[in-house]
């Protein structure tokens, strides 16, 4: 019994401890796969250095049951993103029947870490349809804090598929709006308070 209820604890602590990962649309054409980083799951036209491979998936299937990528060690993908923190960029090929995506998670050195898992399957109807740009990005997977020999996996899954085989390729998260130090947020603080001084001033003098 006392087994039972570690094993318990310990599935417990991977659900609660997996970052919520969230699902956006990118309708702006902003990141195409060839140009910008590489696949790990996809079809034959990825584009991916030598020595990073990628899980190739099927086309005109109708669907993708839990699909895994090759396992990657945390150096190699931090040497394609350059940040602890990225996007999954997911470009859907289809035909007028939309697509559903069920989950999509990241594991490491065998543990849940991070997904996109949905109550219900989400509907991922084309954005941009035909190979190339990402229609939608998964945002806010992070490697922050795990060595670089770390063994980094991914695993997807689609019920309903259709037309062109998907591509879930790599994208290094652009860096957050520079936070001001705080002596620059004094000094800005003090030209506002300058700036209604002589604001007064000139009203006094009317």
Excluded: H
Aim: net charge negative; glycine share 8%.
């Amino acid at each position: 019994m006392k087994k039972i209820g570690l094993a318990v604890l310990l599935l417990a602590g991977t659900v609660a401890y997996a970052d919520t990962i969230t699902l956006v649309s990118d309708p702006a054409k902003n990141y195409q796969q060839s140009t910008n980083s590489p696949c790990v799951i996809g079809n034959a036209s990825c584009k991916n250095p030598v020595g990073l491979d990628y899980t190739l998936i099927k086309s005109n299937v109708s669907s993708y049951p839990d699909t895994q990528s090759p396992t990657y060690t945390v150096s190699q993908i931090l040497g394609v993103v350059n940040s602890t923190s990225f996007w999954i960029g997911i470009d859907i090929n289809q035909t007028s029947e939309t697509q559903y995506l069920g989950y999509f998670d990241m594991f490491v050195n065998g543990i849940k870490v991070a997904g996109y898992d949905p109550s219900e399957p989400t509907p991922v109807p084309a954005v941009n349809n035909g190979n190339g740009y990402a229609d939608y990005l998964l945002q806010g997977f992070s490697l922050a804090g795990f060595a670089e020999s770390d063994q980094v996996f991914f695993t997807m899954a689609m019920p309903i598929a259709n037309d062109g085989a998907e591509q879930f390729f790599l994208i290094g998260a652009p860096a957050p709006p520079a936070v001001p130090e705080p002596s620059t947020i004094a000094l800005l603080g003090t030209g506002l308070v300058s700036a209604a001084g002589i604001a007064r001033r000139k009203l006094a003098s009317r």
